[in-house]
């Protein structure tokens, strides 16, 4: 794989995350989500959780291959593992728990994560303005205009689809940096 399909894959994975879980790149209005768990000496079945957030971060977690279980929405032992596989990687604290640590390493990832799209994005002539990490409104316009001239959907989030198609663009020479 091309260093700048490689950068795009890993932009895709991480802003999919950032995205989904702390609204980065909706376009002015952000939700945090916040899953937290007992600790596992507390944990029981009663007690796990269960729901779509943590289903959309088992997906999450698949697509950046630190997860490879049911996305069955249920905090189990799997997730659990794929967490403290993702907070190695990140440098926190190893616990399995997706609570407010986790969340700022991710966002302290962000900006450098950001910045990298908002290089790429210039380089092929759709943002013209300053690298500074922020996924403001600048930002979000050059990449639903990205994402208008490669036919998917215009929603200003750099995600999977996004990315299958910037990479496709850029292998095919659809996209050439100006």
Do not use: W
């Not at 189990?76 to 969340?103: C, F, N, R, S, W």
């Not at 910045?115 to 380089?123: D, F, I, K």
């Amino acid at each position: 794989m091309k260093p700048t399909l490689r950068k795009a894959a890993l932009l895709a994975a991480t802003l999919a995350l950032l995205g989904l879980l702390a609204g980065c790149g909706s376009g002015g209005s952000t939700k945090t989500v916040y899953v937290f768990v007992p600790s596992k000496a507390r944990r029981s079945a009663i007690e796990t959780p269960t729901g779509p957030a943590v289903a959309e971060l088992q997906r999450v977690m698949t697509r950046l291959g630190y997860y490879s279980g049911p996305i069955d929405g249920i905090y189990g032992q799997a997730t659990t593992a794929g967490v403290e596989a993702m907070q190695k990687a990140l440098g926190v604290t190893a616990d399995g728990i997706y609570g407010p640590e986790t969340h700022a390493a991710l966002g302290n990832k962000a900006t450098y994560v950001v910045v990298e799209l908002q290089t790429a994005l210039a380089e092929y002539g759709y943002y013209q303005g300053p690298i500074d990490g922020a996924y403001g409104s600048e930002t979000t316009a050059a990449v639903q205009q990205l994402q208008t001239d490669l036919g998917v959907t215009a929603d200003g989030r750099f995600g999977p689809e996004t990315a299958s198609a910037f990479n496709d663009a850029v292998a095919s020479g659809k996209l050439k940096p100006v």
